[in-house]
Structures are given as structure tokens and as C-alpha cells.
């Protein structure tokens, strides 16, 4: 947004300068710059166009009392010295617009003023100081320069002003913008200064309201869902205790108990979502070595290849939950999982890989969109919540975490965990 104000007060300061300077230049060859030598020696060169005018077709001897008369001089040619092509060309054009049609030449002398020859029709050359120029002398470039220089520095600073103050609403959105953390929340702003920053302060803090208010209502309807799962799950139970003993029943009692598991697991996650002491220091490598013993347990092929210890400041059953996730959609989508959790000078890295097929590039983004299966037709019965990886990335980046997947040269699959290294980490590993 600082770019954008900048951008706009160049582009106004910038648009006024040349408008002034082009405004000054047509001023100034149209009418010449006021008491310069342009306008002097312009009402200077209208006695020697009047002068020429009644000599030109004098007689010889008459045009001689008439040069004296005026303080001019007759001459057989005119002045020796360098012609200047440019300003002999200009006075021509001047004195043929008062009607005397003849050539001009002014002439740089070595010492003194350059002087201008007037051809007259008898062959001799009117001679005179009262010389014209096409523009301005070199000096005044120096003083249009720093009109200009003038002028540029008092707009842009009137422009710029005018632009920061106008652009504050912007600015005041792009850091609230930046300011929303991965759950969502926005510290109210305070709602005071010109009036449209006040407006624009008002429509955010109702945005964050809304918000806020959104996701506490599905915080809510996710508690209530998996409260109101326990009654029926266990009059299921109960009803299941009188089916004789066999194989069916194991099932029946096996699935209550995963049903059981994912309700308790809904509401956990929802308090930990508005408890906001739910955040402490964890091992992650202790969270994995649950999860890898857990999953094998049940048949998966999954096996810790590396495991430095490693403490990140999360949400420990939302993190586990999310991890577990991520695990056995490599175990059962890529065959086999294997975890390595190491640590950097400033993170904290998981890395699952797999042995499966891999994902085509064009569809490794759309693997977080919720309900994506690259396969459709794959209807893989896996065990536990089934967050899906949507879910998954979305609580990791509450937890201050990114999760990238990308396809391994060798085949098959890598998701990558980077949660922060907590500073103290030392204190609690020990």
C-alpha cells in the first residue's frame, strides 16, 4: 500500500510539473519572458523594423539623413564577425511580419554586442545594436530549471500529503489483513481519526465480529454433534452386550469404540479451539511415536525412521490428531509410511513419506480441497476421524505450522511438517 500512495503522488507531481512547464514554454514563445532580453529586445527591434521600413525605399542620399536622423549607420555590407543562422533567421521572420520582405543577418562581433544588418533595396545594409534573439540567454535556462525545480518540490509535497491521507483507509486494511492469525481472530481497531478512517475501522471491526462469531457457532455445532453422539452410542452399546458372543460382536464393539473415539476427539478438539491455554510446549517426537504405535497396532505399515527430540508450542490433541491423519493416508494410499521428525536452528520437521503412485503435479494443490480424491473411484476404509487434508493443513497453520506435499524423484509421496522450534527447548527435553 506505501508503494501504491507513492506511485499515485509521482505520477499527480509529475503530471502538474509538465503541465506548468509546458504552460511557461508556449508562454514564453509566444509573448517572451517578461523584462528578458526576448521582450526587450523585441521592443528594441520594432525601432529598427520601423527605421528599416522607411528607409528601405529611400534614396541613397535620403536614406543617409534618415540613418543620422535615427543614430544609424549605412554600409556597403554588413559587420564582420560570426553569423548566427539561427537568430538571423528569427529577425527576418520578425520583420517580415511588419511588412519589410528582406534578409537579416545578426552578427557575433568578436568584441562587444552582436549587431543586426538590414539589407536594404538600394544593396547596402542598415546597421544596428537592436538585436532580437530566438530565446532566452543561457542564465535563464538556469532559472526555469529552478522554477521548475521550485515548483516540483512544493507540488509533491502538498500531493503526497493529500495521498497519505487519503490512502489511510487502505493502509488501515492491509495490516488488519496481515494482522488475522491463522484462527482467525483481529484485535479491534480503534475507531477514531478523519471520517472515512473511522468508517473503514467500523466495517473491519464488524468483519472481525462476524468472524469470530462464525466460527465459534461451528465450534458449537461440532461440541453439540459429538455430545449428542453419546446417547445413541450407548443405547448401541448396551444392545450389544446381549448379542451372543462371536465374531459380529468384536466388530459391533470395535466400531462403538472408534465411533466413541471420534465423538471424544470432536469435543477435545473444540475446547482446545476456544481455550486459549490449550497451546503449551509438546514433543513432537513423542506425539509420533504415539501415532506410529497406534496405527501399527491396528495392521497399518508405518515405521519411525528417524526421531530427534524436538518441542514446538502447539495444541497437543489437534496436532496429534491432524498427524495421525496425515499418517494413514500414507499407510493406506501409499502403501507404507515412514516418519522422520528432525529439527533445525528454527523449526521443527515431519516428514512422511510413502511408497505409493505419487500425485500428478498439476494436482498436488487440490489434494487440500476438501472432499478432493484423486482417485474417485478409491473408497479406501481407513480407521480413525478422518480430518481429511484440508483439516489437516487448517490446524496446522493454527498452530503456527505449513504443511507442503510434493512427489518423491524416486516415487511415491512426501508431506512435510514445519511447526517452530520453541526457544526453550533445551529446558524441556531435559
Do not use: C
Request: aromatic share 4%; glycine share 8%; proline share 7%.
Amino acid at each position: 500500500m506505501r508503494g501504491l500512495g507513492i506511485r499515485i503522488a509521482a505520477l499527480l507531481t509529475i503530471a502538474i510539473v509538465v503541465v506548468i512547464a509546458l504552460v511557461t514554454l508556449l508562454a514564453v514563445q509566444l509573448l517572451g519572458p517578461p523584462g528578458g532580453p526576448m521582450g526587450g529586445g523585441y521592443r528594441a527591434f520594432d525601432r529598427l523594423a520601423l527605421a528599416s521600413a522607411l528607409l528601405f525605399d529611400a534614396s541613397p542620399s535620403e536614406a543617409d539623413r534618415l540613418a543620422a536622423v535615427h543614430g544609424l549607420q549605412i554600409a556597403a555590407g554588413p559587420p564582420e564577425g560570426r553569423e548566427l543562422r539561427q537568430e538571423s533567421d528569427a529577425a527576418s521572420a520578425l520583420l517580415a511580419r511588419r511588412g519589410v520582405e528582406t534578409a537579416v543577418v545578426i552578427i557575433k562581433a568578436k568584441d562587444g554586442p552582436p549587431l543586426s544588418a538590414v539589407k536594404l533595396r538600394d544593396g547596402r545594409w542598415l546597421t544596428s545594436a537592436e538585436t532580437p534573439h530566438g530565446g532566452p540567454p543561457p542564465r535563464d535556462w538556469i532559472v526555469f530549471a529552478l522554477w521548475l525545480l521550485l515548483i516540483a518540490t512544493g507540488t509533491g509535497g502538498v500531493v503526497m500529503f493529500a495521498v497519505l491521507r487519503v490512502t489511510q483507509p487502505l493502509r488501515m486494511l492491509e495490516r488488519a489483513a496481515a494482522a488475522v492469525g491463522p484462527d482467525g481472530e483481529l484485535t479491534p481497531l480503534p475507531e477514531r481519526g478523519p471520517p472515512e478512517v473511522r468508517a473503514a475501522a467500523q466495517a473491519i471491526n464488524r468483519l472481525s465480529s462476524g468472524l469470530r462469531n462464525a466460527m465459534e457457532s461451528r465450534m458449537r455445532l461440532v461440541a453439540a454433534a459429538g455430545h449428542d453422539l453419546r446417547t445413541p452410542m450407548t443405547r448401541m452399546r448396551l444392545r450389544t452386550e446381549f448379542i451372543p458372543e462371536s465374531e459380529d460382536r468384536d466388530r459391533w464393539l470395535a466400531d462403538l469404540a472408534e465411533l466413541d473415539r471420534i465423538a471424544d476427539s470432536a469435543i477435545r478438539l473444540v475446547r482446545e479451539e476456544v481455550d486459549p491455554d490449550a497451546r503449551h510446549p509438546a514433543r513432537i517426537d513423542a506425539l509420533m511415536d504415539d501415532i506410529v504405535a497406534e496405527l501399527a497396532e491396528i495392521g497399518l505399515d508405518v515405521r519411525m525412521t528417524r526421531a530427534s527430540p524436538a518441542v514446538s508450542d502447539v495444541r497437543p490433541h489437534a496436532m496429534k490428531r491432524a498427524l495421525r491423519n496425515l499418517v494413514v493416508n500414507a499407510a493406506t494410499h501409499g502403501q507404507a509410511a515412514a516418519v522422520a521428525v528432525t529439527v533445525t536452528s528454527q523449526s521443527v520437521i515431519v516428514a512422511i513419506e510413502d511408497s505409493g503412485p505419487g500425485i500428478p503435479d498439476a494436482l498436488l494443490e487440490r489434494v487440500f480441497e476438501p472432499f478432493f480424491r484423486v482417485d474417485p473411484a478409491r473408497k479406501a476404509p481407513t480407521p480413525g476421524a478422518g480430518l481429511g487434508m484440508a483439516i489437516a493443513r487448517e490446524i496446522i497453520r493454527r498452530n503456527s505450522g505449513e504443511l507442503a506435499v510434493t512427489n518423491r524423484p524416486a516415487g511415491g509421496l512426501v508431506q512435510v511438517v514445519t511447526l517452530p522450534l520453541w526457544r526453550a527447548s533445551e529446558e524441556a527435553i531435559a
